[in-house]
């Protein structure tokens, strides 16, 4: 007899899918989409639709591990539970014995969005331990401080409302990949008539089923919102009144846009003027226009002040007048007023830590003057030798020997082949949690649906026994998983809108507002002080940042001394069937991938004599790593991708973040992964099996 039990996809998606879970005999045998939920609608992706494959997969961890040998030669010896806890303890204590409490650092991310299993129990035992802090900025830092100076904090339109626009902007992001369930509804507008435009470098899934396709320079997305903004207000399209009321800053806007035009604007885009002035005559004269922005357009040096341009060319075209109009980013701050941060409850002590940014974790682990030093990592949902810019001076210092290293992992990662202590940890249908959405507007509710392997325990289990061994009695790094979900919901307008663990556990998902099919900034309404859209934030001159809106360029793309020696722009986007690092080591997600390679135009090839299928060298002062070549038709000359974290060395290994940089953005301190200028050259294949070797093997 089997049963259906209630869950969320756990990935860092938008869409926080809604599923349900077939049991048989105490075992998991069938993953199905909700189809009642009215944005994930019964699909799931190529990622997660086989995710019990994972669950059940023979690289799976099942036992503690420690170290044996030397770091990096991946010698590991099984030990117990005790055993394991004791050794992560100890290397805490021998970096707090030896530089202090801030020689200890956290480090972790979405590898579960989940509140209970991802964002509790290991915050509240780091912060009262009195840690170095992690600034997490990994993915929407920049979009994010745009959003919050702009309209208060990450809100707009309802995503499902996309589908009554006229007029569809889907601005840096590959819906189909990164947003599949946003596609309905944008294509849902689609056949009713609305004009589908996708801006965006690269020739993606999305942009061959938009209408249209502005293939811009990286980075140069303010540029364009700027020159748009000229068009609309050339045009007599400005909605004056709605600003005036619901806007601060215009009158400081209408006159910076006196030194643009479309001229100007096509220029730095690279783009025809013509191509430029269709697309502003067009929002011009459509209401409503919707703009889907992703968070692609955010990862270079001027990503804030792109995100904020592009909001505020939303409010000059009084689209927040309209349902389904305006600039849409991300919904998490819907969820703000319902739910409560579990990371620092008011009664549990916490000492004050200094803050290290987690895109700059190379540079944090091998800078010599950091003071004190990170003597002691502990990391979780997150796999940081793959994932940070800057891999190989990152691997350097993972493989320091003062470096003690503990990892929470599922599988053997990059950084768990590193680690001293490995720590075997639940999955999503074995463990409770629950999910808000940084896409959608529904909560959900994942209910432990089999017991984990023996040998596995929750995020939060590992974090009470790491807690106990270290001493501490605080009960608020105890709390039962149960008890922080109820903490995460236990809010006035939660109860005011029903919502409880009881109801959750029942029906499994709730919308949190009543904003679906209105216009909830017709009147304003921004989570701003005054409510209105700060299209001038003056706050952000204490930053050294313009307050009015504007393009700043990237950091190399705009550098015409460095594409002298590097030419090509390197942009490195997500592969539709890894997620980051997430199901790189699984044959049939790999399949589907495809060998890792580099896509570039015909004309960069013929340039440098490289023919499909050639080895080649991507490279820059930071780094190389060798891949085949792909000569894709629609490839824009002078920019190419290669899909991140899909290792060119097996599954572990280098990959493109050999080459991106330690920087920070303009806003947020966000990193600049797409802000990359590199070299593409042909090699035999001793050269490119050394270069891989040297890469992985040293890191230089």
């Not at 939920?37 to 799976?60: E, I, M, Q, S, W």
């Not at 023919?611 to 085949?628: C, I, K, M, Q, S």
């Not at 280098?654 to 992964?673: I, L």
């Amino acid at each position: 007899m089997s049963r259906l039990v209630n869950g969320a996809c756990p990935l860092d998606c938008p869409d926080t899918c809604a599923w349900q879970v077939e049991v048989e005999d105490g075992r998991a045998v069938r993953l199905r989409a909700r189809k009642d939920h009215p944005f994930t609608r019964g699909a799931l992706c190529g990622k997660v639709n086989r995710y019990l494959d994972a669950v059940d997969a023979p690289t799976r961890l099942t036992t503690p591990l420690r170290r044996v040998g030397a770091k990096g030669e991946g010698g590991f010896q099984a030990v117990d539970w005790d055993e394991a806890i004791g050794l992560a303890a100890q290397g805490i204590r021998a970096a707090i014995d030896r530089d202090g409490p801030e020689a200890v650092m956290p480090y972790y991310y979405a590898g579960t969005l989940g509140q209970v299993q991802g964002w509790s129990l290991g915050q509240r035992l780091f912060n009262h331990l009195g840690s170095t802090r992690m600034l997490g900025t990994i993915c929407t830092a920049a979009a994010s401080a745009a959003m919050r100076a702009t309209t208060g904090r990450p809100l707009g339109p309802d995503p499902e409302d996309l589908e009554h626009a006229d007029l569809v902007l889907i601005w840096g992001t590959n819906l189909l990949t990164a947003n599949m369930h946003q596609w309905h509804f944008a294509h849902a507008a689609q056949e009713r008539g609305a004009h589908l435009v996708c801006i965006d470098p690269l020739p993606t899934d999305t942009a061959q089923r938009c209408d249209e396709h502005l293939q811009l320079l990286p980075g140069t997305d303010g540029a364009l919102a700027m020159g748009l903004m000229r068009i609309v207000l050339d045009h007599g399209a400005a909605d004056e009144e709605w600003l005036l009321a619901h806007a601060e800053g215009w009158p400081e806007l209408r006159t910076r846009l006196d030194e643009w035009s479309a001229e100007r604007a096509a220029r730095i885009c690279g783009l025809d003027t013509a191509v430029v002035e269709a697309l502003g005559a067009r929002i011009a004269r459509t209401r409503p226009t919707a703009i889907r922005i992703g968070l692609g357009l955010q990862r270079h040096g001027g990503a804030g002040s792109a995100v904020r341009a592009i909001l505020a060319l939303s409010a000059i075209a009084g689209d927040y007048r309209h349902v389904g109009g305006g600039g849409l980013c991300m919904t998490a701050g819907r969820f703000d007023y319902l739910t409560r941060d579990l990371e620092e409850p008011a009664d549990l002590p916490m000492p004050p830590g200094r803050i290290i940014n987690m895109s700059r974790l190379a540079e944090a682990l091998t800078d010599p003057a950091l003071d004190p030093p990170i003597r002691s990592l502990v990391v979780w949902d997150t796999n940081p030798a793959a994932t940070v810019p800057d891999q190989l001076r990152a691997r350097r210092g993972f493989l320091r020997d003062d470096l003690h290293l503990t990892v929470l992992e599922q599988r053997m990662t990059d950084t768990a082949l590193l680690a001293d202590v490995v720590l075997p940890a639940t999955m999503q249908v074995e463990h409770l949690d629950i999910h808000a959405s940084y896409g959608h507007h529904y909560l959900a509710l994942n209910l432990p649906a089999v017991d984990p392997p023996e040998g596995c325990l929750t995020n939060t289990e590992i974090f009470r026994r790491l807690a106990r061994e270290l001493g501490f009695d605080h009960p608020r790094l105890f709390d039962t998983d149960e008890e922080l979900a109820r903490q995460f919901i236990d809010t006035d307008a939660a109860r005011a809108r029903g919502i409880t663990f009881e109801s959750l556990a029942e029906t499994g998902f709730a919308r949190v507002d009543d904003v679906r099919g209105t216009a909830p900034h017709a009147e304003g309404g921004f989570a701003t002080p005054s409510g209105r859209l700060r299209i001038v934030c003056p706050e952000l001159a204490d930053q050294g940042l313009d307050p009015i809106p504007d393009y700043l360029p990237p950091a190399e793309g705009a550098d015409p001394e460095l594409a002298e020696r590097y030419p090509l722009q390197l942009i490195t986007p997500a592969t539709r069937f890894f997620l980051n690092s997430t199901f790189n080591d699984l044959d049939g997600h790999r399949r589907k991938a495809g060998e890792p390679c580099v896509y570039l135009s015909p004309a960069d090839a013929s340039a440098r004599g490289i023919a499909d299928g050639d080895v080649v060298e991507v490279l820059n002062d930071r780094g190389a790593f060798t891949a085949p070549a792909r000569i894709h038709a629609l490839a824009r000359d002078g920019v190419a991708w290669a899909y991140k974290v899909h290792a060119t060395e097996g599954i572990r290994g280098v990959n493109v973040n050999a080459t991106t940089a330690v920087r920070d953005a303009d806003m947020g301190g966000s990193p600049t992964f797409h802000d990359n200028r590199v070299e593409i050259v042909r090699v035999d294949g001793s050269r490119a099996a050394s270069a891989e070797a040297r890469a992985a093997a040293v890191g230089d």
